[in-house]
């Protein structure tokens, strides 16, 4: 089994609707990322929680929201999702010693 | 704050060529380095990493990394490719201490001609 899942793998959805992608991980690592993936741009950090209690932004947290349900769960959510939020997403999370990151399989999201 | 560069959009070698993926980065001091690589439909599987020590880094599937302070560089290399090394390649900078929030370059798309 994957240690690092991500649902929906696929989803295509509308300008203004609200949309949830899930991780879950199987490492028991504390630290947890979520990442945008565009064409040229290379991954780009959205949010990231080193644990339950903390969360925090990173360079393009507009637009986004995250929950973290346990230490196995992190959540992403468009509140209002708009076109240019199509991209591929990903969850990442990191050893122990916080030398290497895992990723998900990545969630492919198209708003239309 | 740190930043990576990987200069190179694309590349394309034939089989059995030797490789070299370029990567500078910026930080003040020695940063922790790092390479993944995505094939296609997967997510990022981490090659090779530097924090301390030798500067020549061996890692999965043949490939190795020189980190060269002088330069600000951590080039990936492979003597020889295989059509199974098509895939985007990621360099990543880390700082050392404190929180552990890497920063992805842009990617190399890797082209590998029969």
């Known amino acids: ?112 | 704050a740190q930043s990576v560069t990987q200069p190179d959009i694309h590349i394309t070698v034939s089989e059995g060529a030797s490789l070299e993926l370029r990567c500078n980065y910026s930080y003040g001091a020695t940063p922790y380095l790092f390479w993944y690589v995505q094939s296609p439909g997967q997510g990022l599987q981490l090659l090779l990493k530097y924090f301390s020590g030798d500067t020549l880094v061996q890692g999965i599937k043949g490939f190795e990394a020189e980190f060269k302070r002088s330069q600000s560089s951590f080039n990936l290399r492979k003597p020889s490719v295989h059509w199974s090394d098509a895939a985007e390649y990621f360099c990543a900078v880390a700082r050392t201490g404190g929180s552990y929030i890497p920063t992805f370059g842009r990617g190399t798309s890797l082209i590998v001609h029969p």
């Open chain 1, 1 to 112: 089994d994957a240690d690092v899942t991500q649902t929906p793998r696929n989803r295509i959805t509308k300008t203004g609707k609200r949309i949830m992608l899930e991780c879950s991980q199987t490492k028991g690592h504390d630290r947890m990322y979520w990442y945008r993936q565009d064409p040229g741009l290379g991954l780009r950090l959205i949010y990231y929680s080193f644990d339950v209690k903390d969360i925090n932004k990173g360079e393009i947290s507009d637009g986004y929201s995250v929950s973290r349900q346990a230490q196995a769960k992190f959540s992403l959510s468009l509140e209002s999702a708009i076109p240019n939020q199509t991209a591929l997403y990903f969850c990442a999370t990191a050893s122990p010693a916080y030398n290497e990151q895992f990723f998900g399989p990545g969630t492919r999201l198209t708003v239309l």
